[in-house]
């Protein structure tokens, strides 16, 4: 999927450390670990959080690929330590112990206050909703803790950790990757952006431009425990998170990224696979617990006539900011900023839904792998609810296909030359 960035993670929920390498990162990009701990600060917030929060305190170390503040342009390579990990040193061992955890035979509810520490048995039951089943069955295992140890998504803290590295070039040209939740648990917010139509100001005569609506959204989601803009709603999706805790519950719902100051022509229309909302919708689909994905009205666009939700094509010179499409605009943005596989240059915006998480306090029905008896699923340490979270995962893996389409678009080993290349197309589209 990946062209011209590629990255690549590693690491275990409980293991000692989580890697990520990120190769195409161009040269002499202003970088450092800054940058990218406040996003990963950002994904371990929201009300709801599990225990874990109250124990990592997730930072980022620069490995390689950076000198003195610059990228070299080879790879960069990050490392994130798992403060849990002096805690769990004898489960996650990699190397062969003399009594191998896992090897030790499950032991009766009743029997199991005469074991030590009980998360040295092998976990055999697993949970509705969760890869623990379908992860023994593909990879061979007896012991689910050899799954859900990388099906976690504590594995997103290194996806976020390369994302912010993406949102840090991508800053270069001008470009933003914010986010908001617009429902948890069914609680819903209108202040939402993307999925309404964007009206001109005045009488027309100038582009609409949404970037200071969407900014305003965005600094009041970063203030949200919930990351909701709307105070109102934001109480009620609390209220409705705090019940689902008391009954040992969890909750999903929806979260808005929007990509803002894209210019017109990223992606393209002759391969399916190059198309920009393929390569987006694919991966914030591989975040953990993500259900769906719309850009721009979506599946609304579907209950509608084509006469309501096309955006209308005007020109005016001179009037588009920075040229993103020359002197082309829309008043609305149904199309959510891509027509035809490529940016339009309107803001790109996608609409994820998240599933609530499946471990929970108070189990579902399960089968044990081992003995085929019917039990209640076995219980993590978890989240009742991880949408603002999966919302900072969401910018993530949005400017990690944007900034890859904006590299493929403009190539370039160093910034100086993709600056370069940059400024030639937008006096290109400028003159159209």
Not at 41 to 53: C, E, I
Not at 153 to 174: H, I, N, P, Q, W
Not at 187 to 203: L, N
Not at 207 to 236: G, H, I, W, Y
Request: proline share 5%; hydrophobic share 40%; aromatic share 6%.
């Amino acid at each position: 999927m990946f062209g011209r960035l590629r990255y690549l993670t590693a690491g275990e929920s409980h293991g000692q450390a989580l890697t990520c390498i990120i190769d195409g990162v161009p040269s002499n990009l202003a970088l450092s670990a800054n940058d990218i701990n406040n996003d990963l600060a950002r994904r371990q917030k929201g009300f709801g959080r599990g225990g874990r929060m109250k124990i990592e305190s997730d930072r980022a170390q620069i490995l390689s690929g950076v000198r003195h503040g610059k990228t070299l342009g080879s790879p960069i390579s990050l490392l994130i330590e798992n403060k849990d990990w002096e805690n769990w040193q004898e489960i996650m061992c990699p190397e062969i112990t003399s009594s191998p955890v896992g090897a030790r035979r499950a032991v009766p509810l009743h029997n199991q206050s005469q074991i030590p520490d009980p998360r040295t048995l092998p976990v055999t039951r697993p949970r509705p909703g969760h890869a623990d089943l379908s992860g023994a069955l593909k990879y061979d295992q007896r012991d689910l803790r050899n799954v859900l140890e990388r099906s976690s998504a504590r594995e997103t803290a290194a996806r976020v950790a390369a994302g912010a590295v993406a949102k840090k070039f991508l800053s270069e040209f001008d470009i933003q990757v914010i986010s908001y939740v617009t429902e948890i648990g069914g609680v819903s917010s209108r202040q939402s952006v993307g999925i309404h139509s964007y009206r001109a100001v005045g009488r027309g005569e100038r582009p609409f431009a949404p970037t200071n609506d969407m900014l305003t959204l965005f600094r009041k989601a970063e203030a949200s425990q919930v990351r909701c803009p709307d105070e109102k709603t934001e109480e009620k999706m609390i209220s409705k998170i705090k019940a689902a805790i008391k009954k040992g519950d969890t909750l999903g719902g929806v979260f808005e990224v929007a990509v803002l100051g894209v210019p017109a022509g990223l992606g393209s229309y002759t391969q399916w696979d190059r198309k920009l909302q393929a390569k987006l919708s694919y991966a914030v689909m591989g975040i953990q617990a993500i259900k769906g994905v719309e850009i721009g009205l979506g599946f609304e666009m579907a209950r509608r006539p084509g006469s309501e939700v096309m955006d209308e094509i005007y020109y005016r010179r001179g009037t588009a900011r920075r040229a993103l499409a020359g002197g082309f605009y829309r008043k609305t943005n149904n199309a959510g900023g891509i027509e035809g596989g490529m940016s339009n240059g309107m803001p790109i915006i996608i609409r994820a839904a998240m599933k609530p998480i499946p471990t929970l306090k108070s189990p579902l029905s399960s089968v044990d792998i081992i003995t085929k008896k019917k039990f209640k699923a076995a219980y993590e340490r978890s989240d009742a609810c991880a949408v603002p979270a999966a919302s900072v995962i969401g910018e993530a893996v949005a400017a990690l296909v944007i900034a890859d389409s904006f590299l493929e678009k403009f190539g370039g080993d160093s910034m100086e030359e993709i600056r370069r290349n940059y400024s030639g197309y937008l006096k290109q589209i400028r003159e159209f």
